[in-house]
Protein backbone atom coordinates (compact mmCIF):
# COMPACT_ATOMS: atom_id res chain seq x y z
CA UNK A 1 0.00 0.00 0.00
CA UNK A 2 1.08 3.32 -0.67
CA UNK A 3 0.09 6.87 0.25
CA UNK A 4 0.51 10.24 -2.31
CA UNK A 5 2.01 12.54 0.37
CA UNK A 6 1.49 16.27 -0.03
CA UNK A 7 3.89 18.92 2.17
CA UNK A 8 3.05 19.62 5.20
CA UNK A 9 0.48 22.31 6.30
CA UNK A 10 3.13 23.55 8.49
CA UNK A 11 5.48 24.33 5.49
CA UNK A 12 2.26 25.81 3.73
CA UNK A 13 0.96 27.73 6.04
CA UNK A 14 4.76 29.43 6.48
CA UNK A 15 4.90 29.87 2.89
CA UNK A 16 1.18 31.75 3.02
CA UNK A 17 2.00 34.12 5.39
CA UNK A 18 5.33 35.15 3.63
CA UNK A 19 7.68 33.49 5.18
CA UNK A 20 11.00 31.96 2.91
CA UNK A 21 11.63 29.67 0.96
CA UNK A 22 14.10 27.55 -0.19
CA UNK A 23 16.70 30.50 -1.79
CA UNK A 24 15.58 32.55 1.00
CA UNK A 25 13.19 34.76 -0.68
CA UNK A 26 9.33 35.61 -0.42
CA UNK A 27 7.32 33.84 -2.15
CA UNK A 28 5.77 35.57 -5.60
CA UNK A 29 2.55 36.75 -5.35
CA UNK A 30 0.66 35.96 -8.70
CA UNK A 31 -3.46 35.22 -9.76
CA UNK A 32 -3.75 31.94 -11.15
CA UNK A 33 -4.59 32.23 -14.94
CA UNK A 34 -6.38 28.35 -14.29
CA UNK A 35 -3.98 26.83 -16.98
CA UNK A 36 -1.74 24.44 -14.81
CA UNK A 37 -0.83 25.57 -11.41
CA UNK A 38 -0.87 22.34 -9.31
CA UNK A 39 -1.15 23.17 -5.59
CA UNK A 40 1.49 20.92 -3.71
CA UNK A 41 -0.32 21.09 -0.97
CA UNK A 42 -4.06 20.52 -1.02
CA UNK A 43 -2.86 18.47 -4.65
CA UNK A 44 -5.50 20.53 -6.84
CA UNK A 45 -5.41 22.69 -9.57
CA UNK A 46 -5.35 26.74 -8.46
CA UNK A 47 -8.54 27.75 -9.89
CA UNK A 48 -8.18 30.65 -12.52
CA UNK A 49 -8.15 33.81 -10.77
CA UNK A 50 -7.21 32.63 -7.61
CA UNK A 51 -4.00 33.73 -5.45
CA UNK A 52 -1.37 31.83 -5.74
CA UNK A 53 1.98 31.38 -4.39
CA UNK A 54 5.19 30.45 -7.12
CA UNK A 55 8.30 29.70 -4.65
CA UNK A 56 11.43 27.68 -4.24
CA UNK A 57 10.88 24.71 -2.35
CA UNK A 58 13.62 21.85 -1.33
CA UNK A 59 11.64 18.79 -0.37
CA UNK A 60 14.05 17.38 1.72
CA UNK A 61 14.92 18.25 5.67
CA UNK A 62 18.28 19.74 5.03
CA UNK A 63 20.62 20.92 1.54
CA UNK A 64 23.10 18.34 0.76
CA UNK A 65 24.38 17.55 -3.11
CA UNK A 66 20.98 15.59 -3.73
CA UNK A 67 18.86 18.13 -2.28
CA UNK A 68 17.19 19.47 -5.70
CA UNK A 69 16.09 22.90 -5.28
CA UNK A 70 12.88 23.64 -7.62
CA UNK A 71 9.82 26.10 -8.36
CA UNK A 72 6.21 25.36 -7.19
CA UNK A 73 3.01 26.49 -6.81
CA UNK A 74 0.92 26.63 -3.62
CA UNK A 75 -2.28 28.10 -3.00
CA UNK A 76 -2.01 31.90 -1.86
CA UNK A 77 -4.87 31.12 0.78
CA UNK A 78 -5.37 28.34 3.43
CA UNK A 79 -5.90 25.08 1.76
CA UNK A 80 -6.68 21.69 2.96
CA UNK A 81 -3.53 19.16 3.27
CA UNK A 82 -3.91 16.70 0.28
CA UNK A 83 -2.80 13.35 -0.15
CA UNK A 84 -3.92 9.29 0.32
CA UNK A 85 -4.17 6.09 -1.36
CA UNK A 86 -5.34 7.43 -4.87
CA UNK A 87 -3.11 9.87 -7.42
CA UNK A 88 -4.16 13.36 -7.09
CA UNK A 89 -5.81 15.65 -8.78
CA UNK A 90 -2.60 17.73 -10.06
CA UNK A 91 -1.36 15.05 -11.84
CA UNK A 92 -2.81 14.89 -15.09
CA UNK A 93 0.39 15.14 -18.12
CA UNK A 94 0.90 11.46 -19.98
CA UNK A 95 3.93 10.50 -17.96
CA UNK A 96 6.31 11.71 -15.03
CA UNK A 97 9.64 11.08 -13.03
CA UNK A 98 9.52 8.29 -10.54
CA UNK A 99 12.46 7.96 -8.65
CA UNK A 100 13.22 6.61 -4.83
CA UNK A 101 15.19 7.86 -2.47
CA UNK A 102 16.99 6.45 0.79
CA UNK A 103 16.51 7.32 4.38
CA UNK A 104 19.36 9.10 3.65
CA UNK A 105 17.09 11.52 1.57
CA UNK A 106 19.98 10.64 -1.52
CA UNK A 107 18.82 8.88 -4.39
CA UNK A 108 18.78 5.13 -4.75
CA UNK A 109 20.37 5.03 -7.82
CA UNK A 110 18.83 2.92 -10.43
CA UNK A 111 15.46 3.98 -9.77
CA UNK A 112 14.76 6.49 -11.38
CA UNK A 113 12.56 6.37 -14.28
CA UNK A 114 9.89 8.03 -17.01
CA UNK A 115 6.78 6.29 -15.85
CA UNK A 116 3.66 6.50 -17.87
CA UNK A 117 0.93 8.28 -15.38
CA UNK A 118 -1.27 4.69 -15.30
CA UNK A 119 1.54 3.08 -13.74
CA UNK A 120 2.88 5.42 -11.23
CA UNK A 121 1.11 3.34 -8.19
CA UNK A 122 2.66 0.18 -9.08
CA UNK A 123 5.77 1.85 -9.90
CA UNK A 124 5.81 3.26 -6.70
CA UNK A 125 4.90 -0.55 -5.09
CA UNK A 126 7.46 -1.80 -7.15
CA UNK A 127 10.11 0.88 -6.04
CA UNK A 128 9.27 -0.12 -2.48
CA UNK A 129 9.97 -3.72 -2.71
CA UNK A 130 14.20 -2.52 -2.48
CA UNK A 131 14.85 -2.15 0.88
CA UNK A 132 17.26 0.64 -0.13
CA UNK A 133 13.90 3.19 -0.84
CA UNK A 134 12.33 4.71 2.01
CA UNK A 135 10.18 7.24 -0.02
CA UNK A 136 9.56 8.53 -3.48
CA UNK A 137 9.31 11.25 -5.48
CA UNK A 138 6.78 12.31 -8.18
CA UNK A 139 8.15 14.83 -11.01
CA UNK A 140 7.86 16.61 -14.14
CA UNK A 141 9.10 14.64 -17.02
CA UNK A 142 9.55 17.93 -18.86
CA UNK A 143 11.05 19.67 -16.24
CA UNK A 144 12.01 18.15 -13.42
CA UNK A 145 9.72 19.90 -11.16
CA UNK A 146 8.97 18.41 -7.90
CA UNK A 147 4.82 17.11 -7.44
CA UNK A 148 4.37 14.82 -4.82
CA UNK A 149 6.14 12.33 -2.65
CA UNK A 150 4.74 8.94 -2.12
CA UNK A 151 5.21 6.78 0.90
CA UNK A 152 4.91 3.26 2.32
CA UNK A 153 0.76 3.79 4.08
Given at each position: ?IRFTAIATVEARQYQGGGQ?????????????????????????????????????????????????????????????????????????????????????????????????????????????????????????????????IDRA
Open positions: MDANGQEPERHISDGQGNPCRHCLRMIPEGAGMLILAHRPFPEPQPYAEVGPIFVCADHCAEGGGPLAPQILNSPDYITRGYGADNRIVYGTGSVTPLDLISLRAEALFADPRVAYVHVRSARNNCFQVR
